[in-house]
């Protein structure tokens, strides 16, 4: 079932995709330079904006009722 | 993430300040390469960006399942920039002024004489007030 978002929320939701898949990028690509002991918490925070960034997708998938692809 | 906010250190001047000693682990030269340092600040400003647009966010939204959505990707953002704070602090990169006894009592001093001036009481019962 689709449902209404305001534009300003989409907007938001769309902001966030942007600046999470930013933020997890750099997150691996840092870790991938530094000493083992620096790249673990790189790595943790990279998944957590995967995670966070997947979380978004869903949101809006089951907004327009379903996945487009 | 643990920190100890009770560690100090003194700088070379002889200031007593909050906060540990410089790792070795981070480069001593500061050049103009864009180094571990700096990637983790880099990652730093990006947490705490987020935790500020989240929270503007959760503030517009309309529908509850998305409030509540962006208020744990707001908790979560608020968790990254804890974990990266703490690490930068653990290698000593943060370290603040300590402030003097004195201020603290002044805070306690002031604030205790507004008391009077608040409109309820002690069990939640709003207070007289004059109306002009």
């Given amino acids: 079932m689709t ?35 620096h790249a673990g918490l790189f790595n943790q925070l990279g998944n957590t904006h995967t995670q966070n960034y997947r979380q978004l997708l869903k949101y809006m998938e089951n907004a327009m009722g379903g996945v487009l692809h | ?31 103009p390469d864009f180094n571990i340092r700096d990637q983790f600040n880099d990652v730093l400003m990006g947490e705490k960006h987020l935790t500020g647009t989240y929270t503007m966010a959760v503030n517009e939204a309309i529908r509850p399942d998305l409030r509540a959505l962006l208020t744990g990707l707001r908790d979560q953002a608020v968790n990254c920039q804890w974990q990266v704070f703490g690490t930068l602090y653990n ?11 004195e201020q603290a009592a002044d805070v306690v001093d002031v604030f205790s004489g507004y008391q009077t001036q608040l409109p309820y009481d002690d069990n939640g019962a709003p207070l007289p007030i004059d109306q002009e």
């Fill in chain 2, 91 to 101: 290698l000593g990169e943060y370290q603040a002024d300590i402030a003097a006894p």
């Fill in chain 1, 3 to 37: 449902r209404n978002l305001s534009t300003k929320e989409i907007n938001y939701i769309r902001d966030h995709m942007s600046w999470e898949l930013l933020q997890a990028k750099k997150c691996r690509s840092y870790a991938e330079g530094s000493a083992p002991e």
């Fill in chain 2, 1 to 31: 993430m643990n920190i100890d906010p009770g560690a100090t250190v003194t700088s070379p001047t002889g200031a007593r300040k909050i906060g540990n000693k410089v790792s070795p682990s981070l480069p001593k030269t500061k050049g």
